[in-house]
């Protein structure tokens, strides 16, 4: 790549991240124990003044049975149950090669194939990160092989899915076609697809060791970065009308990798002005916009200012994530209406049957992620918690583990989804990750405290403190959690233990069994630091109560929660054909009729009694016209038609 500069190393990322750069898996295992203990002890050494903290990596945190265990469980299953070779198909065809078994239907016959093949590195990488299953490394390592077979016949560095993609890409090239716009009848969202690729090729790096994907992926790379130096800024700039996915976050990913100045500077080609402008100045410009199209590239302003300290892609992050989760998100935390931003404060009249699109809330997680490390706040836990009970729990069918589109807030209708083989949706792709990365944000860490952001039944090892930490709880059907504490040797650190919103004044923490004061404010995390020892428990009391949250603008619609999970209204009318090829295929089936609440001045506790033996279900009791109706939270809905929002009325 002698046309791309060399810079010294960027900013560091995770440990893991740093071994597998600095090719230390090739050391023998005795060496590489003494200096991955090394390396997280000059980590624990790091001055007091950074604020900043860091996930621990997936390999570091293992789920306990439970909501989340049981949905990774499910999509484990799911991930073994697809054919390396028919995801491989369109890339040999584009490649010139006989592929070794036909492509799968559904959008993979489309021209968007491919995407799923890079959806499902990441995800099978991520899972066995988080698993330990080897199978799935096989899996990947053996799509590796096969896409640097596709790359060497081709001899470009480009590899793809789309059809006739190398042809496409050379008309682009040249001129030929990018004076006017991509789109469904043309090349649909060509970039886009690359994105799912390289993202794919990353992950199976970072998280399985495969150091053949790196290889793949920065001759990929090269390619993208040659190609684009064809093109004039008004070219390039057309093709951004288009969905590239986060190409520019992948481009910094692959900068922080290699330190090669060339893909960082393509990182900031792709960011669109006509986004980042209005938001760097701090002003909303969304409506109107296509959700999943904004929020990827976003997520790459977040990673250009990790790797290059522009305070100006800080501020577009950080920007947007306020506009977004301050006006423009449903209860459960989705956002977007037929896949396109609507006005501030107009959610009464967006629900239907597209009102959120899962991708949206997949990306929304990563971005949210990034801002918690940069500032460890209760607002970005909160809103990643009831995204992740309420909506991507509650995107998976947990009887077959099969993803939706949508999940639909239209009162009186039902949740779409896929087929296994038949479907492949864009949030197919996005739904296979989403299982396989709880341990992404329960638990962070900085230099001497380690951050409890979700009470979820698992277990982190922080080997740098020679700490393992085991949480048992049986939340939220239970109200409590128990951290158990395994330590080598006595250490003095602080747990940072999450005071969420919901609680209610009963909230309380124990240490060995003694209450230890709280400043008692909700929205914030408590702050214990003392000299921690082998065998101490940490119990966290999380009392839930019931409340009426109305919707913005509309104080006469209303959702119901308990605690951080939002319950609906069971309507009954199972659905006789419950999985689609299409993610509208269903549309044209009428809804139910909704009953009204006759609520109004009315305490929550007086008219929503729970139900015996039921955990988390409740039932209306004389308030519900023509009926009262059965509630339960939103991720326990799988096949019958449902509502989130009811409207509300005095009594007669």
């Known amino acids: 790549m002698s046309d791309i500069e060399v810079l010294p190393s960027p900013k560091s990322g995770n440990l893991l991240e740093i071994l597998v750069r600095s090719n230390v898996f090739k050391l023998p295992i005795v060496l590489l124990t003494l200096l991955l203990a090394y390396c997280q002890a000059a980590v624990a050494q790091v001055s007091d003044g950074n604020t900043m903290v860091r996930t621990f990596d997936l390999n ?272 459960n935390g989705e956002m977007g209406d037929y896949e396109y931003f609507g006005k501030p404060g107009d959610l009464p009249n967006q629900l239907n049957r597209e009102s959120g699109e899962t991708c949206n809330v997949y990306n929304m997680l990563k971005l949210t992620r990034h801002l918690m490390e940069w500032d460890p706040k209760d607002e970005y836990a909160e809103y990643y918690e009831r995204a992740l009970y309420n909506d991507i729990l509650a995107s998976q069918d947990p009887e077959t583990g099969m993803m939706t589109y949508f999940i639909s807030l239209e009162p009186g209708f039902f949740k779409t989804f896929s087929t296994p083989y038949n479907s492949f949706w864009c949030c197919v792709g996005t739904g296979m990750e989403n299982h396989s990365k709880y341990g992404k944000f329960i638990y962070m860490h900085n230099n001497d405290s380690l951050y409890v952001n979700l009470f979820i039944p698992s277990v982190v090892k922080w080997s740098g403190k020679g700490l393992t930490v085991t949480q048992e709880t049986d939340f939220p059907m239970s109200q409590t959690s128990t951290l158990h504490l395994n330590l080598k040797t006595s250490e003095v650190l602080t747990f940072e233990i999450r005071r969420p919103y919901w609680a209610g004044p009963e909230y309380e923490i124990k240490v060995n069994g003694k209450k230890v004061a709280t400043d008692g404010k909700p929205e914030s995390y408590e702050s214990i630091k003392r000299e921690w020892r082998n065998g101490d428990r940490i119990e966290v009391t999380l009392p839930m109560r019931l409340s009426v949250i109305p919707m913005a603008n509309d104080s006469d619609k209303v959702a119901i929660m308990y605690g951080p999970i939002v319950l609906a209204g069971e309507l009954g009318g199972y659905i006789p054909l419950p999985y689609a090829k299409e993610n509208n295929q269903f549309f044209d089936m009428p809804d139910v009729s909704v009953p009204n609440l006759e609520i109004v001045g009315k305490p929550v506790d007086e008219w929503l009694k729970p139900v015996p033996g039921k955990p988390l279900h409740f039932r209306t009791v004389g308030v519900g016209i023509p009926h009262d109706v059965e509630m339960k939270p939103l991720y326990e809905i799988s096949h019958q038609h449902y509502t989130v929002y009811w409207d509300i009325t005095a009594a007669q």
């Open 60 to 331: 570091e945190v293992r789920l306990l049975p439970g909501l989340f265990r049981h949905a990774m469980d499910m999509d484990e299953k799911y991930l073994l149950s697809l054919d390396p070779d028919r995801l491989l198909a369109p890339y040999f065809k584009a490649a010139g090669l006989q592929p070794k078994a036909p492509q799968y239907k559904g959008w993979e016959s489309t021209q968007l194939s491919g995407a799923i093949l890079g959806h499902f590195l990441s995800a099978a990488s991520m899972m066995y990160a988080s698993t330990g299953n080897v199978k799935l490394k096989n899996k990947v390592d053996y799509i590796i092989d096969g896409l640097k077979k596709c790359q060497d016949a081709l001899g470009t560095g480009y590899i793809g899915g789309i059809p006739d993609g190398p042809a496409f890409w050379k008309k682009v090239e040249s001129g030929d076609i990018v004076t006017r716009s991509f789109s469904l009848d043309s090349m649909w969202s060509p970039w886009y697809n690359l994105h799912k690729v390289f993202a794919g090729l990353r992950d199976a790096y970072l998280y399985t060791g495969n150091f053949e994907a790196e290889k793949v992926m920065e001759k990929f790379g090269s390619w993208a970065v040659n190609f684009s130096n064809h093109l004039t800024d008004a070219q390039f700039t057309h093709m951004l009308q288009c969905e590239y996915g986060g190409m520019n976050e992948v481009m910094a990913d692959l900068y922080e990798i290699t330190g090669e100045k060339g893909f960082l500077d393509l990182a900031k080609r792709f960011n669109d002005e006509r986004l980042f402008g209005p938001l760097a100045d701090g002003v909303d410009s969304l409506a109107g916009n296509h959700v999943n199209m904004q929020i990827p590239r976003v997520i790459g302003a977040a990673k250009e200012y990790e790797v290059d300290d522009n305070e100006t892609m800080k501020d577009v992050a950080e920007y947007f994530w306020k506009e977004v989760t301050e006006k423009r998100i449903y209860i």
